[in-house]
């Protein structure tokens, strides 16, 4: 399996990473196996965190590893933003480990002004954190964070991280353009090392593995986690990953035209309906409309399995507040439609565009029931 430099970390690390959220749902003596899979593949990058499973999850790595330590990059997570709570948790997780170091860890899901504030008044984790990367006992600090890539943005512009964590799929891309266009390229300036999560959109892409992790390998990370519940789908996940190949621009346009996922009502964010003649900003309704459910509620009928995925995970990363502030600052919405259907004409995605304003506008303002 390839390896990349984990920016300024200077850890060599495998193109796939092995996640520790799923080995809640099986046993130790799979998770054991999983790993002997993992490693013996040639992969070195292991990750969990202090709320998988209040500690569960990171029990049963350290089993797995068991006298196989110092062949990982071990992360974990801490969720705690003041300095007691922090000392608390990391010193729990290196219990769990059984280790003396962490190689990363990052402050978990970073997602909102609140998280932001209290990581940076005094006796935060911040405080503790960074001494006990002085001390060794931590080597590289870092952030995740899902959806709205705001708050992370403005922590790494204001103290100096090592890593950034986010998630790189072929849905999420369109809800939250803002991830790719400016928080990963700041990160790259501050040459951060970048851990991609996510590549299956939490499962909504379970239809489409190869096309998935395929896209997800070809953005600008590092190392892709990916969570893994059975031998099968590791061993189809390490295939992928061992010969994977970036994708041309040409085959991620082709995805973005057939992803069953996306069909035709996802924006695709290019462009090419406007300019609105009545100066509505299309774009930015429908990227808001992605902030609040990630465009997953369309009001078409589905089979109950997709129908109740939409439902679980439509709201998942809890930026609704956010979307509805955002469209409420717009000047033009829905109301001013004229319903000329240039933008329709446009479109090349076949998206019926002035329903998705109408509907858009019931979810994040004041529109009719749709």
Excluded at 12 to 18: F, K, M, N, Q, T
Excluded at 73 to 89: E, P
Excluded at 183 to 196: E, H, L, Q
Excluded at 204 to 230: C, E, F, H, I, P
Aim: hydrophobic share 35%; aromatic share 12%; with cysteine.
């Amino acid at each position: 399996m390839n390896k990349k430099v984990l920016g300024k970390t200077g850890f060599e690390v495998s193109l796939l990473g092995l996640g520790g959220f799923h080995m809640l749902e099986i046993s130790q003596d799979v998770v054991s196996k999983l790993m002997d899979i993992y490693l013996m593949s040639g992969g070195n990058y292991v990750e969990t965190a202090a709320e998988y499973g209040d500690g569960e999850s990171e029990k049963k790595i350290s089993y797995a590893l068991k006298g196989r330590r110092d062949q990982v990059i071990l992360a974990s997570k801490c969720h705690a933003r003041d300095k007691k709570n922090a000392r608390h948790f990391v010193e729990r997780t290196l219990k769990n480990l059984n280790t003396d170091h962490l190689d990363i860890l990052f402050l978990h899901h970073v997602t909102t002004e609140e998280d932001v504030d209290a990581l940076l008044k005094k006796d935060s984790a911040l405080d503790y954190l960074f001494q006990a990367k002085k001390d060794g006992i931590i080597r590289a600090l870092g952030v995740s964070f899902h959806g709205l890539g705001n708050y992370a943005l403005k922590l790494i512009k204001t103290v100096d991280l090592d890593v950034l964590m986010t998630g790189f799929n072929y849905l999420d891309i369109f809800n939250f353009p803002s991830t790719y266009q400016e928080v990963i390229p700041f990160a790259r300036s501050k040459n951060m090392g970048i851990v991609g999560m996510k590549a299956f959109a939490d499962g909504y892409l379970y239809r489409s593995t190869y096309d998935a992790l395929n896209y997800a390998l070809t953005q600008d990370l590092d190392v892709m986690v990916v969570g893994a519940n059975s031998e099968d789908m590791l061993r189809k996940d390490i295939q992928i990953a061992e010969n994977f190949k970036p994708l041309p621009k040409k085959s991620v346009e082709n995805l973005y035209y057939r992803a069953p996922e996306l069909g035709n009502y996802v924006c695709r964010q290019c462009g090419k309906c406007l300019p609105c003649p009545e100066n509505i900003e299309i774009m930015k309704v429908f990227e808001y409309e992605g902030w609040y459910d990630r465009q997953m509620r369309d009001y078409q009928p589905h089979e109950a399995p997709d129908y109740a995925l939409r439902e679980r995970l439509a709201f998942w990363f809890g930026n609704q507040n956010e979307a509805k502030t955002a469209y409420s600052k717009l000047n033009k919405t829905f109301k001013d439609c004229t319903k000329c259907s240039i933008c329709e004409e446009r479109c090349p995605y076949d998206i019926p565009i002035i329903r998705k304003l109408k509907l858009v506008d019931y979810k994040l303002g004041e529109g009719e029931i749709f």
